[in-house]
């Protein structure tokens, strides 16, 4: 069954530290990945998705379908990223994004 | 642009009842998805429309259950409430469902008496 897990409940770092967030799936065929980040009272919004290879307020992520890993990274926190971080699969139904299968979420702190 | 409105924003019923949520998605996006949140199992895939036809569901059981108008407006709907699904409920919209970017509402949070 597809899957996302998130090994890190919280995450704490100091500010201009490096941050990794943990995300592993598990899904049969090629899946379609993403970062979803709350903000403190915002909504739930979309940070990247893998097939952009883009960088979104200095974050990325690279899909490694040998480890079935898809890890979120910045080289150097800012107070502004502190937020509840998802990572999300597309669900199974083929031509259709708009079931999403979400990891538990990482909260990050940044501590200044 | 108008984000995604969820009514209502909190409401508590008691064991048995039914309730209904409703959402109006971003102004020209035709699909609407919606996820059930908790502590516990995090957010979790109930269905999404596309033009009026639900075109994916989850895995929740038959009490659960939606529809979608033709201005894309969106309900859902739990009958026979339970403890357990006290939750925050979460709409989400995309023009057509077809690239991962969702946008979200602020939820309709439901307590169970």
């Known amino acids: 069954a597809q899957r996302v897990t998130q090994p890190e409940k919280l995450l704490s770092v100091f500010k201009g530290a490096p941050v990794e967030l943990k995300c592993n799936y598990s899904?049969?065929?090629?899946?379609?990945l993403f970062w979803y980040v709350q903000y403190s009272r915002q909504r739930l919004q979309l940070l990247l998705r893998h097939i952009s290879r883009e960088s979104i307020k200095g974050f990325t992520a690279d899909l490694n379908k040998g480890e079935t890993s898809f890890h979120l990274k910045k080289p150097f926190a800012q107070e502004e990223d502190s937020a509840m971080y998802y990572c999300?699969?597309?669900?199974?139904?083929?031509?259709?994004?708009?079931?999403?299968?979400f990891g538990k979420g990482t909260k990050l702190s940044v501590k200044p | 642009k108008a984000g995604v409105t969820q009514t209502p924003r909190y409401l508590i019923k008691t064991r048995g009842q039914q309730v209904t949520l409703s959402c109006s998605p971003i102004s020209g996006h035709r699909s609407v998805s919606w996820y059930q949140q908790t502590p516990g199992q995090g957010l979790q895939f109930l269905f999404e429309?596309?033009?009026?036809?639900?075109?994916n569901k989850g895995n929740f059981p038959g009490r659960f259950s939606g529809r979608q108008f033709s201005n894309s407006r969106s309900e859902m709907n739990v009958s026979t409430l339970e403890l357990g699904d006290s939750a925050l409920y979460l709409c989400?919209?995309?023009?057509?469902?077809?690239?991962?970017?969702?946008?979200f509402g602020e939820g309709s949070r439901l307590t169970v008496l």
């Open positions: 429309y596309f033009s009026e036809t639900q075109r």
């Open positions: 989400a919209s995309s023009l057509t469902g077809t690239t991962g970017e969702l946008f």
């Open positions: 899904y049969s065929g090629s899946p379609e």
């Open positions: 999300a699969l597309s669900g199974p139904y083929g031509g259709s994004q708009g079931n999403l299968i």
